[in-house]
């Protein structure tokens, strides 16, 4: 494994980085979307703060020892903190790939930052650096911190150790502590411009890259990931039932649907009802154009403050999707909701 690069569309950033390394505080927190490559930048950065012959542009060598333990996570001035789930999915930044574990267990990975992850950090900033230098922990996503880790971390974050720099990487900046937000310097991290990220995923054989990077938002990553045939296989189903003008079987899809991923069904609803909300509201739609002739027809039955409440339903329904009493009940419930809208 390598040292990891960034993208093209990510330059701008990395000059502001290069500023930011004049004075560096302790605690950076890097925000933005899924999907646009902000773990890649960090880690990039990380691995260039622990070069021991950095390029002139403030790239990592990718040769020294340092570069060589960064790219094996081995080194000793670095750590990463991220919930176990992350050990064993390929899941990076939302999309992107990661080393696996040969670990077994019998127990399913915790999707939160536990505490002990936090409190093991200790040791590791209590003795001193591998080479006088700096040490950096990478900690994402932040939002995944359980309360118990967020406010261990926050007493960290309020007496800083000397020579230590935390890199923190959240999806949902909302979701923080406000206070952990208070002792982070935040660096936010938009999406490419569309033509740069179509030309990027044209490179990687896409075909019909506008469509897909649509789709995902304007995140290449995310779109790749789909294109490549990672995306939930039942979208196409799911989206199919929400574009339909006739009645629908919720009792029948919901049995079909049962075992696939909740929360994906409820994002994929929530831009389909942001395309809707849209073209009631006369403004162009976002991630389905290809999908406009069913939408204006849809968007025609339907008023404007219902479809705002329906945006709404789906934004607190996506908090417990999670965690359903029972999968088919929670899809039955949404498709009724949706059918309810264009009575």
């Not at 490549?228 to 003008?245: C, F, I, T, V, Y």
Request: with cysteine.
């Amino acid at each position: 494994m390598s040292v990891p690069n960034i993208y093209p569309w990510q330059q701008h950033d990395w000059g502001r980085l290069q500023q930011l390394r004049q004075r560096l505080p302790h605690a950076v927190l890097f925000h933005g979307e899924v999907g646009i490559g902000k773990l890649a930048l960090a880690e990039h950065w990380a691995a260039s703060l622990l070069c021991e012959n950095l390029n002139i542009d403030g790239h990592a060598c990718g040769s020294c020892d340092s570069c060589g333990w960064f790219a094996q996570y081995g080194h000793p001035d670095y750590r990463r903190v991220r919930p176990d789930a992350l050990e064993t999915e390929a899941v990076d930044d939302g999309v992107e790939s990661e080393e696996s574990t040969s670990k077994k267990t019998t127990k399913t990975p915790s999707k939160e930052i536990r505490v002990e992850q936090v409190r093991a950090l200790s040791t590791f900033m209590n003795v001193s650096t591998h080479r006088a230098g700096l040490r950096v922990v990478l900690l994402y996503p932040a939002e995944a911190l359980n309360t118990t880790a967020a406010n261990t971390l926050l007493k960290t974050l309020e007496e800083p150790p000397p020579n230590t720099l935390f890199l923190l990487l959240t999806h949902r900046i909302d979701r923080l502590l406000p206070t952990i937000l208070s002792r982070c310097q935040r660096f936010a991290l938009a999406p490419p411009d569309a033509a740069t990220a179509s030309a990027w995923l044209a490179s990687q054989d896409v075909a019909q890259p506008e469509r897909w990077l649509a789709e995902y938002g304007g995140a290449p990553l995310a779109a790749l990931a789909a294109a490549q045939g990672e995306a939930m296989p039942e979208k196409d189903d799911w989206l199919n039932q929400l574009s339909r003008s006739q009645p629908i079987n919720p009792i029948a899809i919901a049995e079909r649907l049962q075992k696939a991923s909740l929360s994906e069904l409820v994002a994929w609803q929530q831009r389909w009802l942001h395309d809707l909300l849209s073209l009631k509201l006369g403004a162009r739609v976002r991630y389905f154009p290809h999908q406009q002739q069913s939408l204006a027809q849809l968007a025609a039955q339907v008023s404007a403050e219902r479809l705002q409440q329906a945006v709404r339903d789906a934004a607190n329904r996506r908090k417990i999707s999670d965690h359903p009493l029972s999968a088919r009940l929670f899809i039955e419930q949404m498709l009724l909701e949706y059918t309810g809208l264009f009575r």
